[in-house]
């Protein structure tokens, strides 16, 4: 056994019987032994529970995967910005057109939530049983506009056959594509309906999607453009000339989802958040529409 080293107060009188183990040399052999054994248990006690709650946690607050139209951007930002610091989950958003959003989606890629600006879209993945059934929701509507530089005179009061290919004169007309995107598809079909598609339809400047499209006149390389207001209305270098009658065109309407193949169960907490009061300032501040 191994011997400890005694003060004066555990010296062994001979004459008093064979030597006890004093309550002090007990202790300091206790002392001796939580000193060694304490850091060696508390270090396996904390890597259980890192490992136990660890793995527990990522798989929780494991990143929301979001596909959204490029209009959404700004007032996304700050609503996913408050649900981080609420919830401690990230939100991970792809922005494009809707378009080309649903064919990622029906190609397989990866994501928790699909946020179109065209119901058309949205019903293009329901048909192909992409979303989760009973998730679907109408969350946000929009205004189509006209728009020009900051600095343009330009002035003008759409109606039927309005001169909108004089105003444009040599110059083009900044828009979505209009065969696929839907904020050119809307712009294509106010036009129509409007009679002057015609006049300008070799006049136009096809873009990715409304932000490309605003960018365009933004940048002055194009003198109309034809975006969403909420579009308009987050850049300081384009001035909105006139708005679209909503009778025009179909509605514009956000439809959102949770995917079939999700397995992140934050996704629904984020979708009901978003649906939520709470968001609803964020997007209303941008001049959404807020179901």
Do not use: C
């Not at 139209?69 to 990230?90: I, M, P």
């Not at 006149?217 to 987050?234: C, H, K, M």
């Not at 850049?235 to 909105?240: L, S």
């Not at 978003?274 to 529409?289: D, N």
């Amino acid at each position: 056994m191994a011997r400890f080293a005694t003060g004066p107060n555990l010296r062994h009188d001979p004459s008093k019987g064979p030597m006890r183990p004093s309550i002090a040399a007990f202790g300091l052999k206790v002392v001796i032994f939580a000193a060694i054994r304490l850091p060696i248990l508390r270090a396996a006690v904390l890597a259980f529970l890192l490992g136990a709650f660890g793995l527990q946690a990522q798989a929780q607050f494991r990143d929301v995967v979001v596909f959204g139209a490029a209009s959404l951007k700004d007032g996304l930002v700050d609503a996913d910005n408050l649900f981080l610091f609420e919830n401690g989950s990230g939100i991970a958003v792809s922005y494009g057109a809707s378009s080309a959003l649903a064919k990622q989606i029906e190609n397989g890629a990866p994501a928790d939530v699909f946020i179109s600006d065209d119901p058309e879209w949205m019903d293009y993945v329901v048909e192909r049983k992409l979303i989760k059934p009973d998730t679907r929701a109408k969350f946000l509507g929009n205004k189509l506009v006209l728009i020009a530089g900051a600095a343009s005179n330009m002035a003008l009061t759409i109606g039927q056959n309005f001169p909108l290919a004089q105003a444009l004169g040599n110059g083009r007309l900044a828009i979505a594509d209009p065969v696929s995107v839907p904020a050119g598809k809307y712009g294509k079909a106010a036009l129509e309906a409007l009679g002057v598609w015609g006049s300008v339809a070799d006049k136009v400047a096809p873009a990715q999607d409304a932000r490309a499209a605003l960018l365009l006149v933004s940048r002055g390389e194009a003198p109309l453009g034809i975006v969403y207001e909420t579009e308009a209305a987050a850049d300081k270098n384009v001035k909105i000339v006139a708005a679209f009658p909503e009778s025009t065109h179909p509605p514009i309407v956000y439809p959102i989802a949770i995917l079939a193949s999700s397995t992140n169960a934050v996704a629904e907490i984020y979708v009901q958040y978003l649906l939520s009061p709470k968001a609803a300032r964020f997007f209303e501040k941008r001049g959404f529409v807020v179901y």
